[in-house]
């Protein structure tokens, strides 16, 4: 189950809603081992498409030294569907790569009248997609 209190919920879904109709990305760190999302970060989706997102490389690199430097690891990655609903393309699942993380997606489809809103939350483990409840919480 993914746990994350109802200020960092919001931040993500105001970032998917902002950057709609692209896809929006970003990751939650949190002190390692701890499982503990913590800290918003949102990156920049270097593709800049309604259908594909992709972390900066340099973006990325930066993200992990700073991770270092805190003794932090990505709880959350997250992500934005803007058309479809909030469930793992096999695009993502190929690019899911930290195997200790929480996968969020948020479809933000609602926005343009071609679905619901929805936010949802996966594990993502050698190619195995399973979905996880989601509990949101005022604070830890």
């Known amino acids: 189950m993914l746990t994350l209190t109802q200020d960092l919920y919001d931040r993500i879904v105001e970032h998917a809603r902002q950057d709609h109709p692209d896809e929006a990305c970003g990751v939650v760190a ?6 503990r999302p913590e800290r918003f970060v949102p990156m920049l989706n ?29 709880v959350i990655v997250y992500h934005s569907h803007t058309a479809t609903e909030a469930y793992p393309s096999r ?12 996968y969020v997606l948020v ?3 609602d926005k343009d009248g071609l679905g619901e809103f929805q ?9 195995a997609i399973t979905e996880e409840e989601v509990q949101v919480v005022e604070a830890y």
């Open 30 to 35: 949190g002190p390692a081992g701890t499982d």
């Open 46 to 74: 270097a593709a800049r498409s309604p259908t594909f997102y992709e972390f900066d490389s340099k973006d990325l690199l930066k993200l992990y030294r700073d991770l270092d430097d805190r003794d932090e690891e990505p």
């Open 91 to 102: 695009t993502d699942v190929t690019y899911a790569n930290e195997p200790g993380a929480h």
């Open 107 to 109: 479809s933000t489809a």
């Open 119 to 127: 936010f949802r939350s996966y594990r993502i483990v050698d190619g």
